[in-house]
């Protein structure tokens, strides 16, 4: 396997490379493959113990540039693997020479082994062999890291490794060792740094230490000492195998750990892009095929960083490696040109299986690396990495993965159905690189996939191309057969996607509309406004987001705030709803200022871009909660269409809102309009209705009753359930005190429709409007699942006013990387000022007739020219609803002529 930094190139240039280069300083982590900065090379973490090489562990640390690097004040860190405090420190003094390596000593199991060349710095650091995080940082204090995954950038940290089971690591945590008793460690591939443990470590049996001078060395088996005088044996020729024989029928190749020589036809490239490798298939293989018959592979991935480069799709070669499985993908690894031997005679090229992605692994693990041609339908299920990674989950068939809580009861023999289903139909399609293109060396190569087009949840795939089937970071991936990127012709890609955007939401009918709005921290007080504020930077550096320090959470500074305002506006108006609920807007009485500071601009803006005074707020109420958070809900309505009734309420007297925003309460009736006769006086009590917002407290902490219960409903879900009862008995008060029964519940509920929550609403009497009317639309999707966090619950004298209802998935289903705190992120601009990606959730949209209403097209006049409005009923009554606006404007034009 190729080391990190050459070995002869060090011994010639370290010596004269203190004498003659400047020291360098290195900034905080980020991934790295064209090697700019330090990296952790080699970690060797079973010293002393029996049958290792050497006494004590160590970490090498590698200089891929050009000048040496001073470590003076820096350290090597190491956290156990479930560790959630500061992790041990060992200090590090002195410099990295240009090209060179630096050896730190740590401790030992016992007594085996030789003793280490020389080291650079010695710790008594002693980290486990199987499980843990080893960090390079650039200080000497104890770093404070939350557990999961390091972003790039993280202050302090340089370079991270991430093993076995740790809690804390880049992307995805590297590989863990075997036993102490078996010698290995772990070792970098190359100089790259793309910030995945997973992609850039391999546990290796060359076990090969060396410090800044370039001294190193490879002890002989401590089990199986050698006279040096004995000549020893030559070693046996390598087995010849197909490649059938090499993969095996199971899990793992049945020749892991040995030698072999194989042919086959080179299939696919990945030269470049941190794959390193290529995959060779048995010549003449593929195409129909019976996968209840066909049982092993005709294909394998060749890693070689020193032969991608010299093969090219359709070479037919011989090739002599070691077999491995590297996180569950069988390789082949060819360590030099000498494993590389170019057939002259032709081969026949094999053809791709045209197979449905199969539902069982082990049908998968028959197709592992092959070259196919997906048939049947796929859809898009997920994109929330496609900005990163430049991967999209797929699904087989036409539907969506349905997060099993929001179709069935947590914990039920149905959930467990969903999720079976969800493993059984998912599928990634990758670019064929490791690249993220978040850090700062990927940030000018334009984005895979999403440069080329919208690629949204809920669109299909539809393959033009061949791919090949491989399995990394633990999912199977469809692999174009050469890296993509988003320079890449659209017809030069193996897939393509249908469109599935849709200009306005579905019309709902109606006399009046209501909708619910998270507007992702809505935040007009700007990170730069404040002290302490951390932010998220684009690829220039400029701050974009506040990430931390402060109340803050929102925009960085005015510009940014302008991107996210324009998209917040342009859905908001889009909807054609006349009563909006918002959650995530900032709470202004936090920052010093009148408490309707935030929702006061947002609405200046939604009028300014109609051009007339369309909107206001429900102002605060009188009454408060003794503590609020810094984000809070707000109503907003157009003046035009409806009216308050009386003054809006907040919950004020219950703790089960003490960690989430207490619902706020707002009565309405609409305005009725005569012609020529300006407003008409208040309708009666029966065309009073009342709006209650809500934001339940969120899945991710929680501890004791909240814990998480591994029932797929999260944490504090107990919580989430006492304020849904809280919430029952709110809205039973605030009836009693708006003289009306018809009442809408509507917010992010942060539970999906049969959790717990839900179940409380709709036991006391409310119908959860999205499942019932639009079932086949979702507000959210985590984790490449779709389910509706958000909801509007009406209670039954509500239910019967109700004339359709409409999910606009604008949000929820577009790529992050369109959002305005993901602008400049990449050379590709994915920002655009329109209603995509305004938030992470949908907006929902609901159409109600009230009694004491008549007027052309359900609505008073004029009322059908607003967006998403109109005589269409959406998902009511179209036949029941056409007769009625009929009969209304007959009634209307009786009226005009008197």
Not at 271 to 290: E, K, N, R
Not at 799 to 810: K, Q
Request: charged fraction near 15%; include cysteine; glycine fraction near 10%.
């Amino acid at each position: 396997m190729q080391r990190s930094v050459g070995r002869t190139l060090l011994c010639a240039t370290a010596a004269t490379a203190l004498l003659v280069a400047p020291l360098v300083s290195v900034t905080a982590a980020s991934a790295d493959p064209v090697g700019t900065g330090l990296v952790i090379t080699e970690a060797y973490l079973k010293g002393g113990s029996a049958n290792q090489p050497f006494t004590n562990k160590f970490v090498e640390l590698g200089n891929p540039t050009d000048s040496p690097v001073a470590v003076d004040g820096w350290s090597v860190q190491y956290r156990s693997a479930t560790g959630t405090g500061a992790p041990t420190v060992g200090k590090l003094s002195g410099s990295v020479p240009a090209h060179g390596t630096y050896l730190v000593q740590m401790g030992s199991n016992g007594t085996n082994g030789v003793a280490l060349p020389e080291p650079d710095s010695v710790t008594g650091l002693n980290p486990s062999g199987s499980t843990g995080t080893l960090v390079l940082a650039n200080q000497a204090a104890a770093l404070s890291l939350p557990a999961g995954p390091v972003a790039a950038g993280t202050p302090g940290v340089v370079d991270l490794l991430g093993y076995g089971t740790s809690n804390t690591f880049e992307t995805a945590v590297a590989t863990a060792g075997t036993a102490n008793s078996v010698p290995d460690a772990l070792t970098r591939a190359g100089t790259t740094d793309t910030d995945s443990n997973a992609a850039d470590f391999r546990v290796t049996s060359t076990v090969t230490p060396e410090n800044a001078a370039g001294d190193g060395e490879q002890p002989t088996d401590p089990t199986t000492p050698t006279d040096p005088t004995t000549p020893t044996e030559p070693s046996p020729p390598a087995e010849r195998i197909s490649i059938a024989q090499l993969q095996g029928t199971g899990d793992a190749s049945p020749y892991v750990g040995k030698t072999v020589t194989t042919t086959g036809v080179v299939t696919a490239v990945y030269a470049t892009g941190g794959f390193a490798g290529y995959t060779v298939q048995t010549a003449g293989t593929g195409g129909a095929l019976d996968l209840g018959t066909h049982t092993a592979s005709d294909a394998v991935f060749v890693y070689s960083a020193a032969t991608a480069g010299s093969v090219t799709i359709g070479d037919a070669v011989e090739l002599t490696g070691s077999v491995s499985e590297f996180n569950g993908l069988t390789e082949l690894t060819v360590s030099s040109a000498a494993g590389l031997t170019k057939l002259a005679t032709p081969a026949v090229a094999p053809l791709p299986a045209a197979v449905a992605f199969p539902r069982a692994d082990a049908q998968r693990e028959s197709l592992e690396s092959m070259l196919v041609a997906p048939q049947g339908d796929y859809t898009v299920a997920d994109n929330y990495t496609t900005n990163q990674y430049g991967e999209v989950v797929l699904a087989t068939g036409t539907k969506r993965l349905l997060q099993p809580t929001e179709v069935a009861r947590p914990g039920s023999a149905e959930a467990a159905a969903v999720t079976a289903d969800n493993a059984a139909r998912k599928v990634v399609l990758d670019d064929g690189a490791s690249r993220n293109f978040l850090s700062a060396v990927n940030q000018s190569i334009p984005v895979s996939w999403l440069t080329q087009g919208p690629v949204t949840v809920g669109a299909a795939a539809t393959f033009t191309k061949p791919v090949v089937l491989d399995y990394r970071n633990d999912s199977w991936k469809f692999q174009p057969t050469s890296p993509i990127t988003g320079a890449t012709p659209a017809a030069a890609l193996p897939a393509a996607f249908s469109d599935v955007r849709t200009a306005a939401p579905e019309q709902v009918g109606g006399d009046v509309r209501l909708a619910g709005f998270n507007v992702l921290n809505y935040f007009p007080t700007t990170g730069d406004q404040l002290t302490g504020c951390t932010y998220y930077t684009d690829r220039d550096g400029d701050p974009v987001t506040v990430r931390g320090g402060c109340d803050a959470r929102g925009a960085a500074n005015a510009d940014d705030l302008a991107r996210q305002q324009v998209k917040i506006v342009k859905a908001i108006n889009g909807l054609g709803a006349d009563v909006v609920s918002l959650e995530e807007i900032e709470n202004s009485a936090r920052f010093g200022q009148d408490r309707d500071a935030a929702v006061a601009t947002l609405v200046a803006a939604l009028n300014a871009a109609t051009g007339k005074d369309t909107w206001a707020y429900a102002g605060s109420p009188t009454a408060l909660p003794a503590s609020e958070d810094v984000i809070r809900l707000a109503i907003i309505y157009k003046k035009d269409r409806v009216q308050t009734v009386g003054a809006s309420t907040i919950l004020t007297d219950s703790t089960a809102f003490a960690n989430a925003r207490q619902p706020l309460a707002q009565a309405f009736a609409p305005v009725v309009t005569k012609p020529g006769k300006g407003k008409a006086p208040k309708p009666s009590a029966k065309d009073t209705f009342l709006v209650i917002a809500n934001h339940f407290k969120s899945k991710g902490s929680g501890s004791a009753a909240d814990a998480d219960q591994g029932d797929g409903q999260g944490a504090s879900n107990a919580s989430r359930v006492a304020q849904s009862n809280a919430l029952v008995a709110f809205s039973t008060a605030m009836q009693r005190q708006s003289g009306t029964d018809k009442v809408f519940m509507l917010g992010d509920f942060n539970a999906y429709s049969q959790e717990d929550p839900a179940v409380v609403l709709r036991q006391a009497g409310y119908t959860d409007l999205g499942p019932t009317r639009d079932a086949a639309e979702w507000s959210y999707v985590f984790n490449g699942l779709s389910g509706s966090l958000d909801h509007v619950f009406a209670s039954k004298a509500a239910l019967a006013t109700v004339t359709g209802v409409d999910i606009w998935n604008i949000n929820s289903v577009e790529s992050v990387g369109l959002e305005y705190s993901r602008y400049d992120y990449n050379v590709t601009d994915l920002y655009r000022n329109d209603v995509r990606r305004a938030s992470d959730h949908d907006p929902i949209l609901v159409g109600i007739d009230l009694p004491g209403l008549t007027a052309p097209g359900g609505g008073t006049p004029g009322h059908g020219s607003d967006p998403g409005h109109g005589g269409g009923q959406g998902h009511g009554n179209p036949i029941a609803n056409a007769l009625a606006a009929i009969a209304a404007l007959i009634a209307w034009l009786r009226s005009l002529l008197g």
